[in-house]
């Protein structure tokens, strides 16, 4: 069988690496024991971009385990399908502006059945090849659940880490991790936040809200976060139910039928060091501090499942900070676990990332897809680098 070019190239990085690659962490599953291991070298797919897209990532989800389903954040009106193994664009599917405003996840059943919600509104559409609307799932309940306070909390299905939504075949459902709206305005009541959901389509309504938020989340102190660090990042994968907390060190595992938690996991190392939350004043509102959260602390990123490893790995994203406690620079770590959930090894990516840097990393072929440290223009296709985390 002919090797394809991908095959061929990562054959020669392989070769390569055994004699130039880094050093780099390795710690054992409880976190305690650091060791050093090589890593190698990430491997550009220099994918080009047709005309029509014009760069940036929201959300993706891989299909027929090498076709790339990609949501840019412009165009909002287009789906990108992306041939990885051979490295090229392939397809555009358009999606109605008049039903989807803001696409914000995407999850490819088959080829006539894709999922897309709005970041907009509490809505999943579902959509086939051609973009037509076959159906919608309108999620918004004002009384998901109560609170003895005033007002109500409700949740967005907003991009950024993780995935928005999952659609599970075998209930007919969607999981969703609870991004709260209102999450810091009920201060005592947000550790008794249900941490994800399931909405049955055939009933069309909530069926279970499952967990409660951890650590400083449901912490009855005034901690505030940006939002794009408040909030769970959910895996789904054989039979559980993975949530990761940007700023909590370990990972809760639920059982995918019951919702129950079944173990909560050693998710981090001892020399990790996670940013503290500013502290939330609705007379004297931190709006510099939210917007210069990411210039001065490390967080946890993307966790997600890599298929043919039959690997979990767990992004972190760490300041190096000078003098005056801002980052000079960031850098990128992969936390590589069993399917167990044991705590393998930590490895760097190489490099250094800018302060500012937005991580977005998923799961492909044997290892991760990884936005570069730098664009050189916003034309160009985000996730271009590859690592192989063997």
């Given at each position: 069988m002919k090797k394809t070019k991908l095959t061929s190239i990562l054959f020669i990085f392989l070769a390569f690496a055994c004699g130039k690659a880094e050093k780099?962490?390795?710690?054992?599953?409880?976190?305690?024991?650091?060791?050093?291991?090589?890593?190698?070298?990430?491997?550009?797919?220099?994918?080009?971009?047709?005309?029509?897209?014009?760069?940036?990532?929201?959300?993706?989800?891989?299909?027929?385990?090498?076709?790339?389903?990609?949501?840019?954040?412009?165009?909002?009106?287009?789906?990108?399908?992306?041939?990885?193994?051979?490295?090229?664009?392939?397809?555009?599917?358009?999606?109605?502006?008049?039903?989807?405003?803001?696409?914000?996840?995407?999850?490819?059943?088959?080829?006539?059945?894709?999922?897309?919600?709005?970041?907009?509104?509490?809505?999943?559409?579902?959509?086939?090849?051609?973009g037509e609307v076959l159906d919608s799932y309108n999620l918004y309940r004002e009384n998901l659940w109560d609170l003895p306070q005033e007002g109500f909390p409700n949740f967005s299905l907003y991009f950024g880490f993780g995935k928005t939504f999952y659609f599970n075949p075998n209930n007919k459902s969607f999981l969703l991790p609870l991004k709260q709206i209102d999450l810091w305005y009920f201060i005592e009541q947000k550790g008794e936040f249900p941490t994800f959901a399931e909405f049955e389509i055939q009933k069309e309504n909530f069926t279970g809200l499952y967990g409660h938020y951890p650590g400083i989340y449901g912490s009855k102190e005034n901690?505030?976060?940006?939002?794009?660090?408040?909030?769970?990042?959910?895996?789904?994968?054989?039979?559980?139910?993975?949530?990761?907390?940007?700023?909590?060190?370990?990972?809760?595992?639920?059982?995918?039928?019951?919702?129950?938690?079944?173990?909560?996991?050693?998710?981090?190392?001892?020399?990790?060091?996670?940013?503290?939350p500013l502290v939330y004043s609705i007379d004297n509102f931190d709006y510099e501090g939210e917007r210069s959260f990411s210039l001065k602390n490390s967080f946890?990123?993307?966790?997600?499942?890599?298929?043919?490893?039959?690997?979990?790995?767990?992004?972190?994203?760490?300041?190096?900070?000078?003098?005056?406690?801002?980052?000079?620079?960031?850098?990128?770590?992969?936390l590589i676990f069993d399917q167990n959930l044991d705590l393998l090894e930590v490895k760097v990516l190489p490099g250094d990332y800018p302060p500012n840097y937005f991580m977005y990393q998923i799961g492909f072929d044997e290892g991760i897809l990884s936005k570069p440290s730098e664009l050189?223009?916003?034309?160009?296709?985000?996730?271009?680098?590859?690592?192989?985390?063997d």
């Open positions: 780099r962490k390795k710690a054992s599953s409880a976190g305690n024991e650091i060791l050093e291991t090589e890593m190698i070298k990430s491997f550009d797919l220099k994918i080009s971009n047709p005309e029509s897209y014009g760069g940036g990532m929201v959300a993706s989800d891989l299909f027929q385990d090498t076709l790339g389903c990609f949501l840019p954040s412009k165009p909002k009106d287009k789906i990108f399908i992306v041939d990885l193994k051979n490295q090229q664009f392939v397809d555009e599917i358009p999606l109605d502006p008049n039903f989807i405003t803001y696409p914000s996840g995407i999850q490819v059943v088959s080829r006539d059945s894709i999922f897309i919600s709005d970041h907009q509104f509490p809505v999943i559409f579902l959509i086939n090849h051609s901690n505030f976060l940006p939002f794009f660090l408040s909030h769970p990042i959910m895996e789904v994968n054989e039979g559980k139910v993975i949530i990761s907390y940007p700023l909590y060190e370990n990972l809760l595992i639920y059982d995918l039928e019951e919702g129950i938690l079944i173990e909560e996991k050693n998710g981090s190392i001892p020399s990790i060091e996670l940013g503290k946890f990123g993307n966790f997600f499942y890599v298929q043919k490893q039959k690997k979990y790995v767990r992004m972190f994203l760490e300041c190096v900070k000078g003098v005056d406690g801002n980052c000079l620079a960031k850098k990128l770590h992969a050189k223009s916003d034309d160009i296709f985000s996730p271009n680098e590859y690592f192989k985390i």
